[in-house]
């Protein structure tokens, strides 16, 4: 059964960073496109950022494109998110998801594992 489990969220102030992680329980870690999206209440989950089976094909949303980075640590089954420079309209659940098929997608869709969420608050 393929485990995602993410930590580091929390309250932190406008302006601040964060990194969240993921951990991930699966063999062939190597082997799953990783992402993560966001999902505030009441509005549908969306897309932040991918990392591929190659750790150099990466996407990000526009409206984050330049304030994150995602990259991975296959050794240790873990994918990362750092978010700089955090908005209070931040404040939302965030979700690692793994896809066993693709290279890499932005599409939630094709992603068939997901974790519970960490929820980061932004707020003075």
């Known amino acids: 059964q393929v485990q995602l489990v993410e930590s580091g969220g929390g309250l932190v102030q406008p302006g601040d960073s964060l990194r969240l992680s993921c951990a991930a329980s699966?063999?062939?870690?190597?082997?799953?496109?990783m992402g993560w999206f966001r999902q505030a209440p009441g509005k549908e989950r969306e897309f932040v950022a991918t990392?591929?089976?190659?750790?150099?094909?990466?996407h990000y949303a526009a409206s984050l494109k330049g304030r994150i980075t995602i990259t991975r640590e296959n050794a240790k089954n873990t994918v990362y998110l750092q978010m700089n420079r955090l908005r209070p309209e931040e404040t939302t659940g965030y979700y690692c998801?793994?896809?066993?098929?693709?290279?890499?997608?932005?599409?939630?869709?094709?992603?068939?594992?997901w974790g519970q969420g960490t929820k980061v608050t932004v707020s003075s």
């Open positions: 998801a793994a896809d066993s098929q693709s290279i890499t997608t932005t599409r939630l869709t094709d992603y068939d594992n």
């Open positions: 990392i591929g089976r190659r750790v150099d094909h990466t």
């Open positions: 699966l063999r062939t870690f190597s082997n799953y496109a």
